[in-house]
Every structure is written in C-alpha cells, then in structure tokens.
C-alpha cells in the first residue's frame, strides 16, 4: 500500500516544478521580445534618417572671416648697442659688501636664544 504522505509530497513536487517552468516560460520570452521590438524601430529611424545637405552660405554668421595679424616691428638696433655698453660698464653690487665710499654698517644678531628655565626647578626637587 501507498503511503498517503507519500503521495501528498509526490504530488507536490510535480505541481511545484510546473509552475516554475510556466513562470519561467512566460517571463522570459516577454522581456526579449520587448527589447527587440523597441531595437528594431530604434534601427529603423536610424537607417531611415537623411541628413540635410550642406550649402557654402550655411557658416555664415558663424564664422569669422581670417585676417593674417601684423608683422612686428624689429627693435632698432643703434640702441641696442648703446644699452649694452651702458650695462657692461655698469658696477657689480652684492648683498652685504658696502658700496666705494661707503662705510658698511654693522649687521645685527637677529638670533636670541631662549633662556633655561628648567635647571633651577630640577635643582629645587
């Protein structure tokens, strides 16, 4: 004799498979016929769009008309000359040399040390 839990569980079993594979069979077809459908007339307008054609007169108003800039001028050379000579016999100065006829002052210690407060206070311990 059959046992009837066993039946039960059998039965079960095969109705749950079916409806997996109904659920399954109908979600799955459904969402890529969709998107193929939505593809295709997207591929559709795409072959099917015709540019307009361009006309010369279409960048006016857009564009600027090209105008070559002006040549630069050459700096004169008689004055080159005369500003060279005025830097060659110019005199050297350093930072810290005191010019000819001069006395130099003398530079400050800007440096202070700081005092130790602490030698007394361990020495009061």
Request: charged share 30%.
């Amino acid at each position: 004799m059959i046992r009837p839990s066993l039946v039960r569980s059998s039965v079960l079993r095969m109705v749950r498979a079916q409806i997996f594979q109904q659920r399954r069979a109908f979600s799955t077809p459904n969402s890529s016929l969709r998107a193929d459908l939505v593809q295709d007339l997207y591929l559709r307008e795409i072959r099917a769009y015709k540019p307009p054609p361009l006309k010369p007169s279409d960048s006016d108003g857009h564009v600027q008309k090209f105008t070559a800039p002006k040549a630069p001028q050459s700096p004169d050379e008689g004055d080159i000359a005369q500003d060279l000579k005025a830097y060659e016999n110019q005199q050297v100065e350093l930072e810290g040399q005191a010019a000819s006829g001069e006395s130099g002052a003398a530079e400050e210690s800007w440096f202070e040390e700081e005092e130790d407060d602490d030698e007394p206070a361990a020495a009061a311990h």
